[in-house]
């Protein structure tokens, strides 16, 4: 069997239908998964984009939320199954998603990341994001909690 290879023909709107196999790759793959009815919400807000990423037989492998409110767009969640990670999965979103973003003449595109997490912020620095603050304790871990990292990305050389 041939390896499966992902493109930008890959990626669709998240559907209601996909939310076992978003759950599934959400719970493997995160510290603190959110729950089915945090998806459920972001599907019905208009100002989100859900997106995933889907194998030959269309399930999700992958998938990415982001707000968009005026010129801003915000990284909320972004997830690979971890069998599939490192095959350029969460660049080809990302890179997709702040192309239509600047189409759509936002000027910029922010996240959050936990400080540990070094492996999505060399992610997020190879695509043009900057560190731009911290937000103390926002995330929990164990018992206790963990420091955010704010990055930012101008879209279209704006200042912000
Ligand atoms: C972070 C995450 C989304 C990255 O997805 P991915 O599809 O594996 O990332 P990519 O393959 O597109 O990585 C592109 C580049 O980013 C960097 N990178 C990504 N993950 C990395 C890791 N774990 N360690 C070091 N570098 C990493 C590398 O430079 C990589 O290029 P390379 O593989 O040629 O070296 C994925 O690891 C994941 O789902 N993690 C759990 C959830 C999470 O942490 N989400 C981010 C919350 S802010």
Redesign the pocket.
Known sequence: MSEAVFGPDSIRLMELDDLDAVMAIETA??LTPWTRSHFGDCLKNANYLCQVVVDRDDEPV?FLILSRILDETHVLN???APAL????????MLEQAMEAARNDAMTVMY????ET????Q??YE?LGFEVCGVRKNYYRRGDGHENAVLMQCLLSGGHK
């Open positions: 793959a995160q992958a972004v997830v690979v990670q490192r095959r350029g999965i969460a660049r080809l996240l959050e990341v936990r997490n070094t492996g999505a060399l992610l190879r």
